[in-house]
């Protein structure tokens, strides 16, 4: 019997050449699986499933994990308000692990004897889905043919084109990962410190002049209306804040980076949903949480966001730190309202029933009702009480 190897197929050049030549060098049955998490349009799709037959699979299937990925991460990370280095949504990383545990339980389900990715030895990715298959899916084996054999983008080309597939791989100044929580772009100026990104590097162009308010009502934490269009289905609010928030050109940046083997990373990204959902959960939480609450989320979502990017989404404290941020939503409730314009937003205001700004002990800088003046003068002093004593015993201290 022919050997089984699930190939985690994105339709790109490595995972084509990755299909025929295990199909037609090696002998395998190929089972080419595509694992959504929401980047593919359904014209993609259906042409990755013709693409892949007539590269040699025996099977093509097409794996939706889309729902699992927000609730098992992207919901985290709003809750976490994560940004990698402050700056980053990290939008492809945790793509990958998701893409990685639908490709695992595939392979378990179907009896493969291995699994191929189509990663190079250079970036993070080989590392992200090499960790989840050893875990999920222990004694399978892993094929990585472009990391292994070392192939050019042009080796890969000529093969598949001696064999009668035609696809225009031709390589572009810029790649492009498309997903659901931003697209990320490499290449071309990005390459060079001194330089950013031109207009024309961006997939998504700015279209509207002027400005507008967009809300984003929030349930415990979860977007639940935009606009005032309330949203059951939580991929089709992102979609749509996406839509108005890339409308403004808004979400674009540049990441820099380490990666998980130690070297620094540059990439540029548009993400438009991510950038503003975090940005009005953040604000609401300004208001409706404690300070303590908001200091320790902190910590802990910066480690989250720290392990899902360095592939450590299987380590058990991340349940852990899940568990946290989900209790810590429970009064994370109101509309957040942002003001738009071309390439920046701003925060305005919020509107929320656990405002924590209203309270009837008084009104910052304007009066107090929870104490009187005497109260006051008592808790200062207290307060300045170490100092008093540590500078009455260091005077050749004193400032």
Same mark, same amino acid.
């Given at each position: 019997m022919k050997k089984k190897v699930v %190939?985690?197929?994105?339709?790109?050049? #490595?995972?084509?050449?990755?299909?025929? =030549?295990?199909? +037609?060098? +090696?002998? =395998?049955?190929v089972y080419a699986a595509c694992a959504n998490t929401g980047g593919f349009s359904d014209e993609q799709l259906k042409k990755n499933e013709e693409n892949a037959y007539k590269l040699g699979a025996t099977k093509y299937v097409t794996l939706d994990v889309t729902k699992e990925y927000y609730e098992k991460s992207l919901k985290y990370m709003v809750f976490g308000n994560v940004l990698r280095n402050g700056t980053y949504p990290i939008s492809v990383s945790s793509e990958r692990i998701f893409q990685a545990l639908a490709i695992a339980r595939y392979?378990?389900?179907?009896?493969? #004897?291995?699994?191929?990715?189509?990663?190079?030895?250079?970036g993070n990715d080989q590392i992200r889905f090499d960790m989840t298959f050893l875990v999920?899916?222990?004694?399978?084996?892993?094929?990585?043919?472009?990391?292994?054999?070392?192939?050019?983008?042009?080796?890969?080309i000529d093969y598949l084109k001696e064999h009668g597939f035609e696809a225009d791989f031709t390589k572009m100044k810029y790649s492009y990962n498309v997903g659901l929580w931003g697209t990320s772009i490499c290449g071309g100026e990005i390459l060079d410190s001194k330089q950013g990104l031109p207009e024309s590097a961006y997939l998504k162009q700015v279209t509207k002049t002027g400005s507008e308010q967009l809300s984003i009502e929030f349930k415990q934490g979860e977007v639940y209306a935009v606009n005032g269009e309330v949203f059951e289905? +939580?991929?089709?609010?992102?979609?749509? $804040?996406?839509?108005?928030?890339?409308?403004?050109?808004?979400?674009?940046?540049?990441? %820099?980076?380490?990666?998980?083997?130690?070297?620094?990373?540059? %990439?540029?990204?548009?993400?438009?949903?991510?950038?503003? $959902?975090?940005?009005?959960h953040r604000f609401l939480e300004k208001y409706t949480l404690s300070k303590w609450q908001q200091y320790w989320k902190d910590q802990v979502a910066n480690w =989250?966001?720290?392990?899902?990017?360095?592939?450590?989404?299987?380590?058990?404290?991340?349940? #852990?730190?899940?568990?946290?941020?989900q209790e810590s939503q429970r009064n994370v409730n109101g509309t957040a309202i942002l003001e738009l314009r071309p390439l920046s937003f701003s925060t305005v205001g919020v509107d929320s029933k656990d405002d924590l700004v209203k309270t009837k002990f008084?009104?910052?800088?304007?009066?107090? +009702?929870?104490?009187?003046?005497e109260d006051a003068k008592g808790f200062i002093k207290v307060l300045s009480t170490p100092l008093r004593v540590y500078y009455t015993n260091h005077k050749e201290e004193e400032i």
């Open positions: %190939v985690a197929f994105s339709g790109g050049l #490595d995972t084509s050449f990755t299909v025929m =030549y295990l199909a +037609k060098e +090696k002998g =395998y049955e392979a378990n389900e179907i009896g493969a #004897d291995a699994i191929a990715h189509g990663s190079t030895g250079a999920l899916a222990p004694g399978v084996e892993i094929i990585t043919l472009t990391r292994d054999m070392a192939l050019s983008r042009q080796e890969e289905d +939580k991929i089709a609010a992102i979609q749509k $804040i996406e839509e108005i928030g890339a409308a403004y050109g808004i979400g674009r940046d540049m990441h %820099v980076g380490d990666t998980i083997i130690g070297i620094k990373g540059r %990439v540029g990204f548009e993400a438009a949903a991510p950038m503003l $959902i975090i940005a009005a =989250y966001g720290m392990f899902l990017h360095e592939s450590q989404y299987l380590e058990p404290v991340m349940r #852990d730190i899940e568990a946290m941020l008084g009104e910052y800088g304007e009066m107090q +009702k929870g104490w009187t003046a």
